[in-house]
């Protein structure tokens, strides 16, 4: 089956639903009114439509005791997560790929200055990745390469057998969204998104608060990337070397998933609740151009770049149950960092940056209070258990968490905190943004990854 009918197939056609009128009518407008959503088809498949798999939540891993990992990309990311893994007791990294040599050969040497297995390398180019996912001594890979490549690296490790975990975002089109979900569930091999900051203190122990009813019902979260990369996006190493390319050639929220990840795990997202439609607006792109006239020379390459990524993406997602999401990235202007965090229901509100609570009848003149007083009751269980170790290490300790938590998943043989349904509808915004922004913010639907299971799953597992 082409790609093509594919995605048609998905989703009720375009034009079909200029032919019959039947859209219009089914949003209860006549013609000439403005149709609910917007010119794209919705793309999700009807709950109980024709899936050639079955779904993935619910499937555990076999449990083991030591987890094999392989690595593909060992820059900034993947270098400092190797660390994680070889701090972890139980683990055994066996392969590690990048395509520069030097940095294969470095982490390699990680390993074996741990006292660990010194892992075997893969540096013969841009798919010698393939080789390391035929590997038969290998449970789990992760990726940690520049976007463009994750989607490929994570069918491969799928189709030849491993789980895969994948860096954020999980991929950057909705074509390569279904493909991790139909890959999934045809492969029956879990494909996580390495989302770190569901793993944050303050971001579990709000959803532990949230579970206790504290907030009672949800009406609205706040999520956000908003972090100045002016100067790493234009260096001449790492992301320097990849990261401005989709600014280039993309307006929208490039990297959706560190604010909507825990605000998703909040509200039950794909457990329960689902994203319905969004609507995107991008402001004018200038941080880039004002960065590069101040501080890049006229004769570098970087002067033949154009810049039309909108600086400050804002988008506003409606979920199947009625709540409301801000999701926001800028990464182009001089700004202290914020995912923003916020959450808000019937009975109270809580917003990070800095972590602040305010509940219904508050002593104190409608004034927030810092969240120390409940710490001690609704501290998460990981942070109880490892919160000491995990705080000297990288992001404020939600790092070491996150492949804490990974490695018990793998060896107890529970399910993943996070799936494939969370790895394609977190990413998903990325290309939704575009879609809306390009077309005046027209609301453009979620597709529904789940195939309408999310109505049967509760929250999340964490
Ligand atoms: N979760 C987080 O907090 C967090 C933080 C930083 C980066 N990231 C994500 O991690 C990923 C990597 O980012 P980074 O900062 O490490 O970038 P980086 O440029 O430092 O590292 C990427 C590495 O991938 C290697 N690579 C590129 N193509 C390859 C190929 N075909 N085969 C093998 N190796 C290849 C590069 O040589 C490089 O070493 C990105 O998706 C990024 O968004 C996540």
Not at 184 to 202: A, D, F, L, P, Q
Not at 306 to 311: E, V
Not at 431 to 449: H, M, N, R, T, Y
Request: net charge neutral; glycine share 10%; charged share 25%.
């Amino acid at each position: 089956m082409t790609k093509d009918r594919k995605s048609e197939e998905r989703g009720v056609s375009r034009r079909q639903l200029l032919k019959t009128g039947a859209g219009l009518i089914g949003a209860g407008l006549t013609m000439g009114e403005r149709p609910a959503f917007g010119l794209e088809p919705p793309m999700s498949a009807p709950a109980g439509a024709e899936s050639p798999n079955e779904t993935m939540i619910g499937v555990k891993f076999e449990p083991r005791d030591v987890v094999r990992v392989g690595i593909i990309g060992v820059g900034g990311r993947g270098t400092e997560m190797l660390g994680n893994f070889l701090a972890l007791e139980h683990v055994q990294v066996n392969a590690i790929c990048d395509v520069v040599r030097d940095k294969a050969i470095h982490a390699q040497g990680l390993a074996e200055k741990a006292e660990r297995k010194k892992p075997e390398i893969y540096t013969a180019g841009d798919h010698d990745f393939e080789n390391l996912c035929k590997r038969d001594d290998l449970d789990f890979i992760y990726v940690a390469t520049p976007w463009d490549w994750h989607a490929p690296m994570a069918l491969a490790s799928m189709n030849a057998g491993k789980h895969v975990g994948v860096e954020v975002p999980a991929v950057n089109t909705l074509e390569e969204c279904w493909q991790l979900v139909d890959t999934s569930e045809k492969t029956r091999r879990h494909c996580m998104i390495m989302e770190n900051c569901c793993y944050g203190e303050h971001e579990l122990l709000v959803l532990n608060m949230i579970r206790a009813g504290l907030f009672g019902d949800l009406l609205h979260g706040e999520a956000a990337y908003l972090h100045d990369l002016r100067e790493e996006i234009f260096g001449d190493k790492g992301e320097g070397l990849w990261r401005r390319a989709p600014h280039t050639t993309r307006n929208g929220n490039l990297y959706p998933t560190h604010g909507l990840g825990p605000v998703s795990n909040y509200m039950g997202i794909n457990r329960g609740d689902r994203f319905d439609y969004m609507v995107s607006m991008s402001s004018p792109p200038k941080g880039f151009e004002a960065y590069r006239t101040s501080k890049i020379p006229k004769d570098s390459p970087k002067w033949k770049e154009k810049y039309i990524c909108g600086d400050m993406n804002t988008s506003l997602i409606k979920t199947a149950n009625g709540l409301t999401i801000m999701l926001q990235h800028d990464v182009s202007n001089p700004r202290p960092y914020s995912r923003i965090n916020a959450i808000s229901g019937v009975k109270g509100i809580f917003r990070d940056y800095p972590a602040r609570i305010y509940f219904d009848g508050q002593p104190g003149d409608e004034a927030y209070t810092g969240i120390e007083t409940y710490k001690e009751k609704y501290t998460h269980k990981l942070w109880k258990e490892e919160g000491e170790t995990a705080k000297g290490r990288g992001h404020g300790g939600m790092d070491f968490i996150m492949f804490y938590r990974l490695v018990q998943c793998l060896r107890q043989g529970l399910e993943p905190d996070m799936d494939v349904y969370d790895a394609a509808s977190w990413s998903s915004p990325a290309a939704l943004s575009e879609k809306s922004v390009a077309q005046g913010s027209i609301p453009v639907k979620f597709p529904d990854f789940t195939r309408g299971k999310w109505k049967q799953r509760s929250g999340a597992a964490i």
